[in-house]
């Protein structure tokens, strides 16, 4: 009798500490948020857990004084939270998440709470309803998977495993394994719900504060990798994925191609009809050409007007093909940039490995000198350049507009 007394008062501690982990999740996370406003989600999950941590108090408070009050507000609280963490899982990936069907839930256990006749059920529709929302959150971080964050799948098997374990509980108070209006047992599902809920407070706030840093960083790297006019590789990221191109293609004795564009006299266009219209040549040229290309070639902006391209698998007359095309479509394209009749043209040069032989600087300095001749030969063309030499060797070219 008396170990049944201690087992009965240790679910009361574990709500306390439960409670306690909630309100340190959710204040951490909130602080993070006012360092970094742009993680709504970060929020939202740590608003969530400060109203789990309400809701847990206005559960004891009930039970101790006696007061439904309070029990139907901790029930009304608790169905919050989970609906705030849905839309958290929401805002974390973009997704647009209607507060008001974040409300539906807590309502309907609120109204259930407060009418007499449906309180034997307030229990289990609340933790069925908190089912709901988390399985409804961990489908969501899984939609969102292709984004390749390691610390998304810890967090959905956390989510999706609360979400299990509170319909188990929720089945059994529905069929009163656990009475509605008494201390469970430590040792019944409601004393597992309570560990397992510790666990996933912690283990939840930890991973959404990893999955915010990872996305931070990855968009770091990105924005070192971009032409932030362009929205392309920049010289140093065109220059690395070139490389892996280059050895891939040398390990396969497979042909590879480099293709070097410059617009014609961009200096005059700029000077003409201003910067403006400068940036919007260059950007109608990036998207003409990555219409053109392939998926796995690679292109980039290496120079203000320059660009280059790296085409795996393909020979000389093949990548010389692909680029004529480029030039044709960019020439069509460009001749009025807005009201402006400017009639923008590029110039490409072509050079080729037959087996991948040769180094990336190799191949673009023999499609530069290939290039040279477009522009001397009357711009708006493509010429195909030589087989580079096996040691390569720098070229003096006065390059032309």
């Known amino acids: ?198 666990i996933f407070r912690l283990g939840t706030a930890v991973f959404i504060l990893a999955l915010v840093k990872e996305r931070n960083e990855a968009a770091t790297r990105t924005a070192a990798n971009i032409d932030a006019l362009t929205g392309i590789a920049n010289r140093a990221a065109f220059m690395e994925s070139g490389e892996r191109i280059m050895a891939r293609c040398r390990r396969e004795s497979a042909p590879v191609s480099v293709v070097m564009f410059d617009l014609d006299r961009f200096k005059a266009v700029n000077d003409t009809y201003g910067h403006a219209v400068g940036d919007d040549v260059i950007r109608k040229f990036c998207e003409v050409a990555a219409a053109a290309l392939r998926p796995d070639d690679v292109f980039g902006r290496i120079g203000g007007e320059e660009f280059a391209a790296v085409l795996a698998g393909s020979g000389i007359e093949a990548a010389g093909v692909r680029a004529d095309r480029i030039c044709a479509s960019f020439a069509e394209t460009c001749r009025f940039v ?38 001397a030969e009357g711009r708006n063309r493509v010429m195909r350049g030589d087989q580079p030499r096996p040691k390569g060797g720098l070229s003096n070219v006065l390059r032309v507009a």
């Open 1 to 198: 009798m008396v170990g049944n007394r201690i087992m009965n008062l240790d679910t009361p501690t574990l709500m306390t500490m439960e409670s306690f982990v909630a309100a340190c999740a959710g204040a951490v996370l909130l602080i993070v948020w006012s360092q970094n406003r742009k993680a709504s989600a970060l929020a939202l999950w740590g608003l969530a857990n400060i109203v789990v941590a309400a809701g847990i108090f206005s559960l004891m408070l009930g039970s101790a004084m006696h007061q439904p009050g309070w029990s139907i507000l901790g029930s009304t609280l608790l169905a919050l939270a989970t609906g705030l963490m849905w839309k958290a899982a929401r805002a974390f990936d973009g997704k647009s998440g209607r507060l008001v069907l974040a409300l539906v839930g807590p309502a309907v256990v609120g109204l259930a709470s407060a009418v007499p006749g449906m309180r034997d059920v307030a229990g289990s529709l609340s933790l069925g309803v908190g089912a709901f929302y988390y399985f409804a959150a961990a489908i969501t971080l899984w939609l969102a998977r292709q984004e390749r964050l390691a610390a998304r799948w810890p967090i959905i098997v956390l989510t999706a495993v609360h979400a299990g374990v509170l319909s188990i509980g929720a089945y059994g108070t529905f069929h009163g394994s656990t009475g509605q209006d008494e201390v469970p047992s430590v040792m019944s599902w409601f004393g597992l719900i309570h560990f397992e809920t510790i």
């Open 338 to 375: 807005g009201d402006h009749a400017v009639n923008a043209t590029v110039s490409g040069g072509v050079s080729a490995s037959a087996n991948g032989e040769h180094a990336l600087s190799a191949l673009l300095e023999y499609s530069d000198v290939a290039l040279y001749r477009a522009k």
